[in-house]
């Protein structure tokens, strides 16, 4: 089992970046591969980004290509997505997700994944 928290959120303006991280508890975080989904007001959670165990595989959804990326540190027992160009339509609350489970593709459903953290707030005015 692995315990997640979410840092870095913040309230920015539109062109800014942030830097979100994702603590993982335990010594067998590499044995999970992790995702970023956020949910804005009012509406459904959405998938943002998916990286394998070892790192070597990203996948970034459409709305954030070219401006997100998504990395991890399995010595640090973390994942980043680094945010740039930051715009208002981005404002949700973004949460990490881990899951041993093995794929044949990058798993982009929130039924993909296991384990949740409790989500940190991101706001991007105009």
């Known amino acids: 089992q692995v315990q997640l928290v979410e840092s870095g959120g913040g309230l920015v303006q539109a062109g800014a970046s942030l830097r979100l991280s994702c603590a993982a508890s335990g010594r067998t975080f590499s044995r999970y591969a992790m995702g970023w989904f956020r949910q804005a007001p009012g509406k459904e959670r959405e998938f943002v980004a998916h990286?394998?165990?070892?790192?070597?595989?990203?996948y970034i959804t459409d709305l954030a290509k070219g401006r997100f990326t998504i990395s991890r540190d399995n010595a640090k027992n973390a994942m980043y997505l680094q945010m740039n160009s930051l715009k208002p339509e981005d404002t949700a609350v973004y949460y990490c997700?881990?899951?041993?489970?093995?794929?044949?593709?990058?798993?982009?459903?929130?039924?993909?994944?296991?384990?949740w953290g409790q989500g940190t707030q991101v706001t991007v005015s105009s």
């Open positions: 997700a881990a899951t041993p489970r093995i794929f044949d593709y990058a798993p982009r459903v929130d039924s993909d994944y296991d384990y």
């Open positions: 990286i394998s165990r070892s790192g070597g595989i990203t």
